[in-house]
Structures are given as structure tokens and as C-alpha cells.
């Protein structure tokens, strides 16, 4: 599975383009470079292309020497093609199909070549191109978040926990080792019976303690994390889906389906999206979620 990183995941974005007609001749590009689109197009009639920068902006004499590559109605593009000398050292200019599905293990993960086949053939460039330029997944938009998402909720988690710990150090209850481990528990339990049967405690003060220790377990014990969590984004119109379940297997997708629009999801779940788009990107919402784009979200059920 072809593992992206989010600057990656963004950067790959069909918006991010600019998008041109290959039989465009105002359109500056290599001869080579526009004979392959033509070639690839043939063969895949849905292919379309995208310039970085602005064709209508280039300078006097300057040629395009790749493109990127996508879908009409996807979010993200497939990669890249182009003609150019692709060697770091020497060489000669050859057809070029970058894709995050390739692995060329000639170099190193680093480097751009890393995800690129060459060829000097045309014909050769557009099976590769057949064979590797294909739609980003929703394993691969998962494997961006994951560890985000499941730091989100360990830290809720966390947070609860360490509420109910600062309450027990309070009143001198530090957890112990060995043979000891669990003795604060064991007196923390006996101390919250007597404050629950209404026990008058010498020292008013750790009446009020207890009294805050028992409000922060509460808390705690009416928080479990929830470990599951699904992953919503949108791919052009169509909305995807897919289960993650972080206390077995955090980077596997379960159940993933697909829905002609967002609005066509359960309604719970388009409930809560609504909610994670009034907070900010990256904040987590305990029971709800996170939403890290505009049409990214992991919500909870």
C-alpha cells in the first residue's frame, strides 16, 4: 500500500493545479511530454492533466516537462508523467511515470525517484502509467492520520486519568511498586466507602478531597475512550468511509463503503461532522471526534 505523508497528501490535492487541454497548442509544453499525455489518454480516455504553475505566466521560450495526472471528480491526483533526464548524474532525457504506488529501490526513500519508472520507449511509459496511476485510497488517507487520531484519544484518556491521580495525591495516596502496587488503590476504595456512607472525617479537609476524587472518578469512569472510530472523507462529491478499531489493529479499515454525497450518510454521522466543523482543525471532541480538513473527519460512534 502506497503510504503517504500529510504535506504529501496535501500537496497532491487537483486544486493545487492548474488544469489544461493537451490539444491546447497555447499550452507550452515539450513535444515528447505532449505526445505521452496524448498516448496515455488513448489508453485511458478519463486521464486528464494539470500544470503547477500557471501556463498563461510563462516566461518567453519556457516549456513544461511533466504533468500531473487525475481523475475528473477526485480529490487528489494519481501522480505525475514527464520527459526529462530523470538521473541525478549523466544520462539522457527519457518518459517518466511518477506515482506513490512505485518503488524503485535504485533510490533511496528520499528521494523522488524513489516512486518513478523510466523509459525511453512511449509505449513502455504508458503501461507503467496504466499499471501505477491509480486513485488514492481510503487506506491511504488513513495511513496519514492514524497515529494522530489514536494519540488524540490516549491523551483524553490520559487526561481523565491523571484528574483522578492529582486528586489521590492530594490526600497522600501515591501509587507504590512491587508488593505495594496496588495498596493505594486498595485505601483510595476503603476511603471513598466511608465518604459514600457519610462518615464524618476529623479533618473537614479530607471530606473535601474525597469529595473531589469522587467527582473526578466519576468523570473518569463516564469517559471510557472510545476506541473506535471512523474515518469520513470526501473524494469529489462522493463521501468514503472506513472503521478503525485502534484496540485491535490501527491501521486497517474496516467496513469501508461509499455514498453518492455526505449528505447521504447515517444521520449521525452527519450530525457530528457539523459539530467538528464549528471547532478548530486538530481539536478532539471527546465521543465526537477530530476533523483535520475541510473534508477530512474520524468520528466516533
Same mark, same amino acid.
Given at each position: 500500500?502506497?503510504?503517504?505523508?500529510?504535506?504529501?497528501?496535501?500537496?497532491?490535492?487537483?486544486?493545487?493545479?492548474?488544469?489544461?487541454?493537451?490539444?491546447?497548442?497555447?499550452?507550452?509544453?515539450?513535444?515528447?511530454?505532449?505526445?505521452?499525455?496524448?498516448?496515455?489518454?488513448?489508453?485511458?480516455?478519463?486521464?486528464?492533466?494539470?500544470?503547477?504553475?500557471?501556463?498563461?505566466?510563462?516566461?518567453?521560450?519556457?516549456?513544461?516537462?511533466?504533468?500531473?495526472?487525475?481523475?475528473?471528480?477526485?480529490?487528489?491526483?494519481?501522480?505525475?508523467?514527464? @520527459?526529462? !533526464?530523470? !538521473?541525478?548524474?549523466?544520462?539522457?532525457?527519457?518518459?517518466?511515470?511518477?506515482?506513490?504506488?512505485?518503488?524503485?529501490?535504485? @533510490?533511496?526513500?528520499?528521494? @523522488?525517484?524513489?516512486?518513478?519508472?523510466?523509459?525511453?520507449?512511449?509505449?513502455?511509459?504508458?503501461?507503467?502509467?496504466?499499471?501505477?496511476?491509480?486513485?488514492?485510497?481510503?487506506?491511504?488517507?488513513?495511513?496519514? @492520520?492514524?497515529?494522530?487520531?489514536?494519540?488524540?484519544?490516549?491523551?483524553?484518556s490520559s487526561k481523565l486519568k491523571r484528574g483522578v491521580g492529582d486528586k489521590e495525591e492530594e490526600l497522600g495516596l501515591s501509587q507504590g511498586y512491587g508488593k505495594y502496587a496496588e495498596a493505594a488503590d486498595d485505601l483510595t476504595s476503603e476511603l471513598l466507602t466511608l465518604y459514600d456512607a457519610g462518615h464524618e472525617f476529623i479533618n473537614p479537609q479530607i471530606t473535601e478531597r474525597l469529595r473531589l476524587l469522587k467527582d473526578a472518578v466519576i468523570e473518569r469512569?463516564?469517559?471510557?475512550?472510545?476506541?473506535?472510530?471512523?474515518?469520513?472523507?470526501?473524494?469529489?462529491?462522493?463521501?468514503?468511509?472506513?472503521?478503525?478499531?485502534?484496540?485491535?489493529?490501527?491501521?486497517?479499515?474496516? !467496513?469501508?463503503?461509499?455514498?453518492?454525497?455526505?449528505?447521504?450518510?447515517?444521520?449521525?454521522?452527519?450530525?457530528?461532522?457539523?459539530?467538528?466543523?464549528?471547532? !478548530?482543525?486538530?481539536?478532539?471532541?471527546?465521543?465526537?471526534?477530530?476533523?483535520?480538513?475541510?473534508?477530512?473527519?474520524?468520528?466516533?460512534?
Open positions: 500500500m502506497a503510504i503517504y505523508t500529510n504535506s504529501e497528501l496535501k500537496e497532491a490535492r487537483v486544486s493545487n493545479f492548474h488544469r489544461i487541454d493537451p490539444e491546447d497548442n497555447n499550452v507550452m509544453l515539450r513535444k515528447h511530454l505532449r505526445y505521452f499525455m496524448f498516448e496515455l489518454q488513448d489508453k485511458n480516455p478519463f486521464f486528464q492533466f494539470a500544470l503547477e504553475s500557471d501556463p498563461t505566466k510563462f516566461s518567453d521560450g519556457m516549456l513544461a516537462s511533466s504533468a500531473t495526472v487525475y481523475v475528473k471528480g477526485e480529490t487528489f491526483r494519481r501522480g505525475w508523467i514527464g @520527459y526529462a !533526464n530523470y !538521473n541525478d548524474t549523466g544520462g539522457e532525457d527519457k518518459f517518466g511515470v511518477w506515482s506513490q504506488h512505485i518503488v524503485n529501490e535504485k @533510490y533511496a526513500t528520499y528521494s @523522488y525517484q524513489h516512486h518513478m519508472k523510466t523509459s525511453k520507449n512511449v509505449k513502455t511509459a504508458v503501461k507503467a502509467g496504466q499499471a501505477f496511476l491509480n486513485p488514492v485510497t481510503s487506506a491511504n488517507v488513513h495511513s496519514v @492520520y492514524t497515529w494522530p487520531v489514536q494519540s488524540s484519544i490516549d491523551n483524553e469512569d463516564a469517559h471510557k475512550p472510545n476506541l473506535q472510530a471512523m474515518l469520513v472523507w470526501v473524494d469529489g462529491n462522493t463521501a468514503k468511509t472506513g472503521v478503525v478499531d485502534f484496540s485491535q489493529d490501527k491501521n486497517k479499515l474496516l !467496513n469501508e463503503r461509499s455514498y453518492p454525497s455526505p449528505e447521504d450518510m447515517p444521520v449521525e454521522i452527519v450530525n457530528k461532522i457539523s459539530i467538528l466543523q464549528v471547532g !478548530n482543525k486538530g481539536d478532539y471532541v471527546p465521543d465526537t471526534g477530530i476533523r483535520f480538513e475541510e473534508d477530512i473527519f474520524y468520528v466516533q460512534m
